[in-house]
């Protein structure tokens, strides 16, 4: 039976406890059976099998994949790093922040969207009542005048164009799921959204800074290219690399540097932070340097793709309007000049 997916902000909250109880001491199982039952009773089911994970000797990351799509992917495979390089509380941290960053650039795109719903709504309603006039309404010939011009007048038109939006409701809210999953899982969807101004930008960033910090913690605990690939690649999926390509390039004498280039995966910004940190000697303090940098630029693009998305949904009613407006003064002149022409 699949979970229902927990929300970001409630992820993050939990999370955020989970680090705070796991620094002081208090044991594993213990932390994430209070986290079960401090869980709202719709989402209580997918902590209750990561609990039951864990009361088993199995790493926290490997109990959160116990949730299936109820946690993140990306989410889960941070939480392994912790678990291998032994930062449990300061991976846990570090991800109820990345949530709560989330989950508030999340709410700015729901704000910024708000108007412009609000005022499409409106619009629909005032189309709705020009369809309903327009079955009233007849020219000097007798015949219905069509003030939008999709050819719906009067009740049934109303009906018409009232089933065609309730099917498109449904479709949308249908395929709503498969999005997500798309989403979460790095497919079509998240790739295009990738290709996106503004938006594209901040999502690679944030997906850079899920890599560097994964292999900031790596590097850190010692562990070598082919583990530091590995985890990295699992906290941030869409930048997972092969780890036998990196390992054949370092073993035919390239730097690190030079063969996650070769990999063609990383930003080129990651790549001079790893060869910095490699002619120092400190590769995860270099790493999680860049981690700041990339954090302010995924916020950035965030709060110009909510604002962008904001203009571009009152254009768009602005532009209906408009049209409506237009198409019905046309009508009105074409029955002023009907009635000016001589019998």
Do not use: K, N
């Amino acid at each position: 039976m699949p979970f229902r997916r927990v929300p970001a902000g409630l992820l993050a909250e939990s999370f955020g406890r989970l680090a705070v109880a796991l620094g002081a001491g208090v044991d594993a199982r213990r932390a994430t059976a209070a986290e079960t039952v401090r869980m709202p009773r719709r989402w209580r089911p997918a902590f209750t099998a990561v609990a039951a994970g864990v009361a088993a000797g199995e790493p926290l990351g490997t109990a959160l994949a116990r949730a299936g799509d109820a946690i993140p992917r990306d989410i889960i495979g941070m939480v392994a790093v912790g678990d291998r390089v032994g930062r449990d509380a300061e991976t846990l941290a570090a991800v109820a922040a990345s949530l709560r960053e989330a989950a508030a650039a999340r709410r700015v795109l729901v704000a910024s969207l708000a108007g412009p719903a609000l005022r499409a709504l409106l619009a629909l309603v005032v189309i709705g009542i020009l369809i309903l006039l327009s079955g009233t309404m007849r020219d000097l010939e007798g015949r219905p005048v069509d003030l939008l011009g999709f050819g719906l007048t009067g009740w049934r038109g109303l009906t018409v164009a009232a089933s065609c939006l309730a099917a498109l409701l449904v479709i949308l809210l249908a395929a709503l799921p498969a999005m997500c999953r798309s989403w979460s899982g790095h497919g079509p969807v998240r790739r295009i959204a990738e290709q996106l101004p503004a938006l594209g930008p901040a999502l690679r960033a944030a997906e850079g800074v899920r890599w560097c910090r994964a292999a900031s913690f790596a590097s850190a605990a010692g562990i070598d290219a082919t583990g530091l690939v590995s985890l990295a690649s699992r906290a941030a999926p869409g930048l997972e690399m092969d780890p036998g390509l990196v390992v054949g390039r370092l073993r035919a004498g390239d730097t690190l540097a030079e063969a996650l280039a070769a990999a063609g995966r990383l930003p080129q910004e990651v790549i001079d932070a790893v060869d910095v940190g490699e002619q120092s000697g400190t590769v995860a303090d270099s790493l999680a340097r860049l981690v700041l940098g990339l954090e302010e630029r995924a916020r950035r693009g965030y709060a110009v793709a909510a604002s962008a998305a904001g203009i571009a949904a009152w254009l768009l009613v602005a532009g209906l309007v408009v049209g409506v407006l237009f198409r019905a003064f046309g009508v009105y002149l074409a029955i002023i000049e009907q009635a000016a022409r001589p019998l």
